[in-house]
Nanobody
Framework: EVQLQASGGGLVQAGGSLRLSCGAS????????IAWFHQAPGKERKGVAC????????LWGDAVEGRNTISIDNAKNTVSLQMTRLSPEDAGIYYC?????????????????WGQGTQVTVSS
């Protein structure tokens, strides 16, 4: 059974940093792409970043190189999202998701498996 467990959210001041982790089990990491999505209050879920089954990385939307970094620990089967210089616009629930597709797109409908989400609150 494919399971994803997101963790690492919390309360942080604007300008601060957080590292989110997605623990994956029940499948071989090399067969799935894993992504992070952000859902701000009252808004649609949007893709932030993804690691393909082959290890390629992509940042989507407002995520920018240097402020958002996605990485993988193959030994722990964990995909992490490092976020820096956080602003109130970054607040919301962050979900990790997995797809059997070799590549990944920020379309939520292309991901078959979802974790429960972790809450991020940014104080101004």
């Amino acid at each position: 059974e494919v399971q994803l467990q997101a963790s690492g959210g919390g309360l942080v001041q604007a300008g601060g940093s957080l590292r989110l982790s997605c623990g994956a089990s029940g499948f071989s990491r090399g067969d799935y792409a894993i992504a992070w999505f952000h859902q701000a209050p009252g808004k649609e879920r949007k893709g932030v970043a993804c690691i393909t089954s082959g290890g390629g990385r992509a940042l989507w939307g407002d995520a920018v190189e240097g402020r958002n970094t996605i990485s993988i620990d193959n030994a722990k089967n964990t995909v992490s999202l490092q976020m820096t210089r956080l602003s109130p616009e970054d607040a919301g629930i962050y979900y990790c998701a997995a797809t059997r597709r070799r590549l990944c797109t920020p379309d939520v409908s292309t991901f078959e498996f979802w974790g429960q989400g972790t809450q991020v609150t940014v104080s101004s």
